[in-house]
């Protein structure tokens, strides 16, 4: 256990390094020495701009540039916006509230249709609903996201008038964008419960249950709510993906502030620290959630820990 | 041993109405794309004077935009940049992941393990944002766009052609090749590729309507095509200003991608089925 543990962080680690040097040399190909773009419009002189370059340290070899960067990112300081004048930092501390307000809000959202989905799917009604809802998954995929944020304003504010689009309440400004990310986001979590209850209702042990007098309901809550679930974690850091770029153009369609307007102004403005900061900070969060499930798969799931252990 | 069967022949999937119906969209698309003056006699990019915003009629089929130009006209030529597009995405895709997934599984080692981190690292990033980095670097642009799409399949190509290779390598007949005096680029290109080529053409339609989606949001957010282009993402952009006034400038659009993606995912379908 001892040497898996020091494998996987080594390797969680190793990815880390590679996503930020990759975005360091991003930032580095960028024609025109974009750090001094913005004070060349202020019209400096040339030893006035040397100068700068000093201060912001883009005159230091490529590999001292590097390690310094690094050591910065390390301690939290992702260096400056080349737009708005202020530290990445605080820029980031300004609009990840809400994101993570809103993408939190669509994964309980998303989970609740896909377990919805999931039991209409494999348990619900007549066969011809079941094979309905098992198409449902793959209608969710192909819709583009931005796409239905605009239907369903198109519908529900514009058509039925259920929800303002003029002055909305806090709660009710968060409905449109929360079902907008949940649709999408719901359908590979449907598709994999679909499997795994499907795998589980065809298991020996159920059918023995069955024979032994379980009702239904006792074997959904004994024998496959605990098999089915746990696979779902799995696809965690996946879905952590799929949340934010849901997330960045929803808030787009829906004009909200968030890491997705930031996002997208920095891409407008060439603001390289910005976008810097913002892959390199959801690389790691997925690389952690990854590194957390693989560590904690085992304890939640004792028969691969004791498959390894004889391994 | 000159046998090497094409894949695709083993087993034709049975022809299902889904399956047909996705073929009849995707063909419609394409058509759409290499003749789009078969289909409309509309300008897509010149407007009427006078027939703003008019709601689908029969002289109109999807209403007038707020210039006065055809809906239907745009769509039927927005095929042309979609579809280019996403045959660029996934071509480099394609190419890239499968060099770097055939190099790895071929190889192992060190190269393997050199590959492997690479593709661990463009999965950590998110699409959208691995898509985002290097447009701000690339600039903006359809060409530009679908690069920047297409390198985000790369990882998931290197990933399906590396576990293929290994797949095909583990086996008898390619340890029999080996055996009788093949050589390593000898094997790989007339046993290790033949086989592995289903489940890299399925992979590939599904990117395909990957890339339609990815692309068309791109337009969406105003890095693709600049706009007189008549995009589908670009299209539901430009109708969202009217919104209130014209549902169909953007119902339409959506719809179609809806579709052609839909369509993608069933026949991506059928030909990863046809092997087992």
């Known amino acids: ?311 | 041993m000159s046998g090497a069967a094409l894949p695709l022949r083993a087993g034709w999937p049975r022809l299902q109405p889904g399956l047909l119906l996705a073929c009849a969209v995707l063909a419609l698309v394409l058509a759409w794309a290499i003749a789009p003056g078969l289909f409309t006699a509309r300008n897509p990019v010149q407007g009427i004077p006078g027939a703003q915003l008019l709601p689908p009629s029969w002289a109109h089929p999807l209403g007038t935009d707020g210039l006065g130009r055809d809906q239907f006209a745009r769509v039927v030529y927005g095929a042309r940049e979609s579809l280019a597009g996403a045959f660029v995405a996934v071509a480099v895709g394609l190419v890239l992941g499968t060099g770097l997934g055939v190099l790895a599984g071929a190889r192992s080692g060190w190269v393997d393990a050199v590959v492997m981190r690479l593709v661990d690292t463009l999965l950590a990033i998110p699409g959208l944002l691995l898509s985002l980095s290097i447009i701000i670097l690339l600039g903006f642009g359809s060409i530009k766009a679908a690069v920047a799409v297409g390198i985000v399949a790369v990882a998931q190509f290197a990933r399906l052609s590396r576990a293929e290779v290994l797949r095909v390598r583990a086996s008898d007949y390619v340890e029999a090749a080996y055996g009788s005096g093949g050589r390593f680029g000898a094997v790989l290109w007339r046993h290790v590729l033949p086989n592995s080529l289903t489940s890299v053409l399925a992979l590939a339609a599904l990117q395909f309507g990957s890339a339609i989606l990815a692309l068309s949001t791109l337009g969406f957010l105003g890095y693709g095509a600049p706009p007189p282009t008549p995009e589908w993402g670009l299209l539901i952009a430009e109708g969202r200003d009217f919104l209130a006034r014209a549902w169909w400038l953007t119902t339409a659009p959506g719809l179609v991608v809806v579709l052609v993606v839909l369509s993608a995912e069933r026949i991506s379908r059928a030909i990863g089925g046809a092997r087992t």
């Open chain 1, 1 to 311: 256990m001892g040497r898996y543990l020091a494998q996987r962080v080594g390797q969680a680690l190793l990815v880390l390094a590679a996503t930020f040097t990759l975005a360091f040399l991003l930032l580095q190909a960028l024609p025109g020495d974009a750090v001094l773009i913005k004070f060349l419009e202020l019209g400096l002189t040339p030893e006035q701009l040397a100068d700068i370059r000093i201060a912001y340290g883009a005159d230091a070899p490529l590999w001292q540039q590097y390690l310094h960067a690094m050591g910065a990112f390390l301690t939290g300081n992702f260096g400056y916006s080349i737009r708005a004048g202020v530290p990445v930092t605080q820029l980031l501390a300004e609009n990840l509230p809400s994101t993570l307000l809103l993408s939190a809000l669509a994964f309980a959202a998303a989970s609740l249709l896909a377990l919805v989905l999931a039991l209409l799917a494999t348990l619900g009604g007549q066969g011809w609903v079941r094979a309905l809802v098992r198409s449902v998954p793959s209608l969710f995929i192909a819709i583009p996201v931005f796409w239905l944020g605009i239907m369903l304003i198109q519908v529900f504010s514009f058509q039925l008038g259920w929800i303002s689009i003029i002055s909305p309440e806090p709660w009710e400004e968060l409905i449109l964008p929360v079902a907008t990310i949940a649709v999408p986001i719901s359908a590979p979590l449907a598709q994999v419960l679909i499997r795994n209850i499907d795998a589980v209702l065809a298991e020996p042990f159920v059918t023995v249950a069955r024979a032994k007098g379980a009702s239904h309901a006792w074997v959904l809550r004994w024998h496959v709510a605990r098999n089915a679930l746990l696979p779902v974690l799995t696809m965690a850091g996946v879905l952590f993906g799929e949340l934010l770029g849901g997330a960045v153009v929803t808030e787009a369609v829906f004009g909200l502030n968030g890491l997705g307007g930031l996002t997208q102004q920095a891409v407008a403005n060439q603001d390289v620290a910005v976008l810097q900061a913002i892959v390199v900070i959801s690389a790691a969060a997925f690389v952690a959630i990854n590194l957390l499930v693989d560590l904690l798969y085992p304890v939640l799931d004792p028969r691969l820990a004791r498959g390894r252990r004889t391994a």
